[in-house]
């Protein structure tokens, strides 16, 4: 029965069967009630023509019912429908079990995928789509499996029903073999017409669900910048359209549904027309004709079953397709088993190291964007080194770089003369700690936020705050460490949250320290205290610190100046002043800039 193209139904019965693969034990159970209500469905029909050959007819003859008689009516048909419903409601849970398990299943799959998965994966594919793809699809793929076990029910069904025909009336058989063929072809003819909707609605709900996330992670610029009037046309029109396809859909399936119902419908008086001849020419009797006309009644809903997995199939093609463009994506990172050394400062190496990106050019066709090229770094352990250039000019790609985020197209990182290529998974993060430009709060507790689940004691969490200078404002939260600082850290100004993304840093006791722009929603006084008592805590930590602030610059050992991704000068800041002219535009720039700060700052002061 091939009703969607072959190559949808090819795929979609490989999705069906990783899926048994995924849940063996579940789906057998689910299939074997299933069968078990098939089977009983299919007795009820022939119980009942049973007991009315030998209870009913006979009654009515005597025109007197016995108390016997209708203790074996009722036993009967309770013994029937009582193992009917065990049928069901084992395929139900069963059924149930196995398609939220493999739901479960696969999107705890796709979520450590995206953990493997490298920055330069992730660099690609928008967040939304990373949503829809843990939820909507993995959704979508296993949501056949509903009324899959069913549908096996059915087909036993209908070889049962076909049986029973044969074997009561031959001519009451050739109804049945005319009806249920009919049954199948309003079926292909209804999948037909089902798979391009579902498939389109399917992938319209991905969009949504992507612009959704876009509208939402943007509403700070959305609402600032009033435009709140695009944004929620932009939603309207794509919530408008996944609406369209699914009235389409629900159009499509009422225009059939009438029309297949109908057929078992049309079965039953096509068998009582047939019977009742056949019952007048004596060659039939009346019980064996109520018998079939019930099996053909009881058949229209379950084999509506067979109609709705065929229906499901696109769609489950669609959502594996996206799932497994996850699942199969490449590129993870290889690791070595090499440890770090621990117990000092880190000397950190970059040899040549290039990294560029991955972009689309106007054409749509990939393209190359170098951000870092050629860089050789070489920090002294327990040293200071503030990487300072114009904007774009690689600064967060080398901190990425360093700490093994993304691997260089050429050259090496090495830390104590390890290249962290050949260092076993999670060997650099346990050495080095790497504070970004944008912080991420959990929706969790200060002090959850600080140790991430690590084991670490009060006093730590406060040694660790205070160096970053946030002891003053945890102590003043309302239940202090124990503070919830909502979602994202909704709760906290900008330089709290950098504060508490420091303090996570510093109570691991790195040996090797990046802070990527981790100070600049602090006013400079205080990212002077921070930067400072880094230094005296840290004489085992070497620190690479991306700069925009003279202050921060002035505590550095060395600058490295760059611009374009290239490394164009390196010494002390008195050096690079001397002798390189962009240094010293930008460091002249970051100076007024501090100036006007404090200037406005006073006339506040004055003001007050
Ligand atoms: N995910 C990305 N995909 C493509 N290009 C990128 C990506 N991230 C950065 N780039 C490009 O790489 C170059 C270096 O970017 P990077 O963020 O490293 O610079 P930066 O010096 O840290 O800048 P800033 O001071 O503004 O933070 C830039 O040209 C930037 O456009």
Redesign the pocket.
Known sequence: MNVPPTSTLREGLAVIGRGIKGQPRWFSLAVLGSVVYGVMTSLTAAAIGYVVREAVTPAIAARHVTAGQLWFIGGVMAAVVLTTIVGVIGRRIAGGVAMYNLGAMYRRRVTRQYLRLPLRWH?RHPSGQLLSNANADVEATWNIFAPLPMALGVIVMLVFGIVQMVVVDPWLAVVGLTVFPMLFLANVAFQRAMSPRVTRAQQLRADVSEVAHESFEAALIVKSLGREDHEAERFRAVTHELRDANIEVGRTRGRFDPAIEAIPTVGTLAVLFVGTLRVRSGLLSAAEVVQIAYLFSILAFPVRALGWVLAELPRAVVGWNRVSAVLDATGSMAFGDRSLPTGAASHLQAERLAYA???EDEAGDADL?P??VDVTLDVAPGATVAVV??????????TNLVMRLVDPDSGAVLVDDVDLREVRHGGVSEVAALVA?QTFMFDDSVRGNITLGAEHGDDAVWRALDVAQGTGFVEKLPQGLDTHVGERGASLSGGQRQRIALARAVIRQPQLLIL??ATSAVDPSVEQAILGRLREASSGTTVLV?AYRMATILLADEVVY?EG?RVVDHGSHAQLLGRCVGYERLVTAYAREAAERDAIAADEEVSR
């Open positions: 660099h990106y991955e972009i964007n951000a870092v250039g114009p904007t774009g000019s690689g600064k967060s790609t080398l430009q990527d722009d991306v760059l991704g």
